[in-house]
């Protein structure tokens, strides 16, 4: 039986009228928007591009094919970035986007490389910078425990020496020193077809590589937890040679206006390939205290989630396949130790990474700031005491330029008022390596005798006494540290940087260690040995040197020594 066709009524033209000029709409207005993202864009070929980051102009690139010569170190020549291939990619997810341009920026600046998506593409592998025990790679990779270079030209790196070690335990011994140089197992060259025959995708299945990307920018530390576990060596060297050298890699800007700032890009992870959960914390807590203030987003990685990577890319049953690293910053201490500056003048890794920035002139005068102010803030130290050393420079500079007598001594020459001057003892009298009992009373009574003349605050501090935000609120206002050598001078990375910033370092007689003096350096303050009675400072500073008597608890001090120091400092003498 045929239906029999239905007369259209009015309301079916309505109808019909309506459904099209929404069909209209639709197209007109809101096909701009469309998803397209499901169109196929494949490139199966391995790029030989780099990318010239955040205006640094050292950069190691992989330049023409040569012969492969892993040991020779070629410094090229800085060459502009090649104009990358525009292509349509997909747009990239919330957490893989850009994070937005940072605070301070005064010009333009080139805009840090997104994450390459290595699906169908190995990026070659390209240093950034540079120095014995610190490199800033883009686009590193790891298989089986193996860091890997991808690059056309091996010979353009650094010897990888100067890069990595095996990363076993220092000792002194001819032995130890060849068991830590490292081997193709623990840093190999690969050029870019060798990538490609080990990690790529069949090509013809249109099969993606064997590559997993750990996007944005991590801290790799190829050190064991034999010197990470103490305040110190983390925070006043590791932590503060790091932070040194990705500043200066991305000629990061910090302003006195708003110091607690940087332009430098953000770390996403650090990852201690040698070192436990507990092998990079200290005893009294202060590393990870420190750490997590100063980056409270960061994701933290140790040896056992390392050795996960490492199972992961080494099944013998599997294709082979490998963690690709988007910009890392590979530091390792055995390397350091291998460079001129640590190795035979300061025995500090970080000397390595903040003599190589200051030399090209990456690093501002208040780099350390940020790490500084951050860790303050979380302890609650208000904002006038974190100012104390922008506010001191201004002063001093201001100073200059007054009619003679028209400023206070002490504020002409130091930026401070008396009332500002703090004076800090750090007692060791219930520790190993201490001064004799009457030394110490008798410096404790002259300290208190100057302070009460000049009207400045003395601290005499028993660590083991306070909370750490007791300590560091103490150390955030001190103009002059003091104390035998010992942890406790650590605190100095937390002291204002003002023109008469002092650390007064007491040694049993001959002795001497660059730890607290390097430091004090390189933040810009000055610092003094003291020998019972008698004193050292730059440039007729003594060798290293530890003798009988040196981690004893008879270390003698003659306290009318300490003072004149200390007056002499803050009226202006002893200046940098």
Known sequence: MVGLARPRTFRDVALIFLGAAAMHFCTSFLGPFADHSSSIIVKTQVSSEYVQDAGQPNVFAPPPHDAHNHAAHVDPAPAPAPEPVKQPDPAPARDQRQEPAQELIKSPTKEIPQTVDTSYTIPETTILSHAPGWTVFRNIYMSNGTMYIVTSRPSSFPDIALITSTGLPAENTPENIAARMPTSEDMAFLTPQEAQDRWGGDQDKLEKNRIWSVPGNTFIINEPSQFLDHYYHFCAEWLFGAWAFWQGAFKAIVSPDSAAKTTAPPVHRAIFANAGAHGWRDRPGFNSYVFRSAFPAL???????????????????????????????????????????CGSQTQRIAAEATEHMRKAGNLTKLWWEPIRRAVLRFAGVDERTMDLGVKAEQVLAASTRMPAGAAESTRATSGLYDSDIVITYISRQASRRHLLDPDHAALVEALNEMCTKHGWELNVVEAEKLSKEQQLAIAARTTVMLGVHGNGLTHLIMMPVTPVSTVIEIFYPQGFAHDYHWTAHALGMRHFAIWNDTYHTYPNEPQVNYP?????????????????????RIAGMHPL
């Open 299 to 341: 994701t933290v990685e140790v040896m056992e989630d390392w050795d996960d990577r490492i199972i992961a890319t080494s099944s013998p049953t599997a294709p082979q396949r490998a963690w690709h690293f988007d910009t890392v910053l590979f530091t390792d201490r055995s390397a350091s130790f291998r460079g001129p500056i």
């Open 548 to 568: 009988d008597g040196f981690q004893g608890t008879e270390i003698p001090v003659y306290a009318p020594t300490v003072v004149k120091v200390i007056e002499e």
